[in-house]
T-cell receptor, first 108, second 114 residues
Framework: RKEVEQDPGPFNVPEGATVAFNCTYS??????FFWYRQDCRKEPKLLMS???SGNEDGRFTAQLNRASQYISLLIRDSKLSDSATYLC?????????FGPGTRLSVLP | EAGVAQSPRYKIIEKRQSVAFWCNPI?????LYWYQQILGQGPKLLIQ????????DSQLPKDRFSAERLKGVDSTLKIQPAKLEDSAVYLC????????????FGPGTRLTVT
């Protein structure tokens, strides 16, 4: 089993839609979790950290389920500008392991 | 605040040649990472430095890749000799020390090996 796995995608959704991505991780000792966004031919940038209690930032909501070892990202009211690859990142020890990413295309 | 700087941005070399990449992290960031990102995949950690010491280089192909961060600031990553499968984007990132801190990425170096 890979350390971090994500929905394979791509997701093609219309503007205004709600879309959810899932990410599973294998190491139960992992403590820190993040979602990064990567635009085409650009570097990854932090979208949000994921806290145990779940957290929300505008249209974005992240959830953590430690028992099932998965993280989710929910995007409400999708915008064209949300089109990107979303990378799940999990710490293992002092290292960060990136998932393969899920590509989202928001269509007009 | 200046971001992570990398150079060159693009490099094309022939297989068996050598290449070096340079990274200057954000001022004050103790931790520096080099990642390899192959098209369609997530970044894969090659090496992690804490100041000028290596924290993890378990995924660095040491027969051809080397990296250093001699003064705990700038870092260089070298490939010698390059193979076709080394074609990728090489990303440098830095962060404050600790597993909860955000990583800031540079723009990357896009390497093509022909």
């Amino acid at each position: 089993r890979k350390e971090v796995e994500q929905d394979p995608g791509p997701f093609n959704v219309p503007e205004g839609a709600t879309v959810a991505f899932n990410c599973t991780y294998s190491n139960s000792a992992s403590q820190s979790f993040f979602w990064y966004r990567q635009d085409c031919r650009k570097e990854p940038k932090l979208l949000m950290s994921v806290y145990s209690s779940g957290n929300e930032d505008g249209r974005f909501t992240a959830q953590l389920n430690r028992a099932s070892q998965y993280i989710s990202l929910l995007i409400r009211d999708s915008k064209l500008s949300d089109s990107a690859t979303y990378l799940c990142v999990v710490n293992i020890g002092q290292n960060f392991v990136f998932g393969p990413g899920t590509r989202l295309s928001v269509l007009p | 605040e200046a971001g992570v700087a990398q150079s060159p941005r693009y490099k094309i070399i022939e297989k068996r040649q050598s290449v070096a990449f340079w990274c200057n992290p954000i001022s004050g960031h103790a931790t520096l990472y080099w990642y390899q990102q192959i098209l369609g995949q997530g970044p894969k950690l090659l090496i992690q430095f804490q100041n000028n010491g290596v924290v993890d280089d378990s995924q660095l192909p040491k027969d051809r890749f080397s990296a250093e961060r001699l003064k705990g600031v700038d870092s260089t990553l070298k490939i010698q000799p390059a193979k076709l499968e080394d074609s990728a984007v090489y990303l440098c990132a830095s962060s404050q020390w600790g597993a909860t801190y955000e990583q800031y990425f540079g723009p990357g170096t896009r390497l093509t090996v022909t």
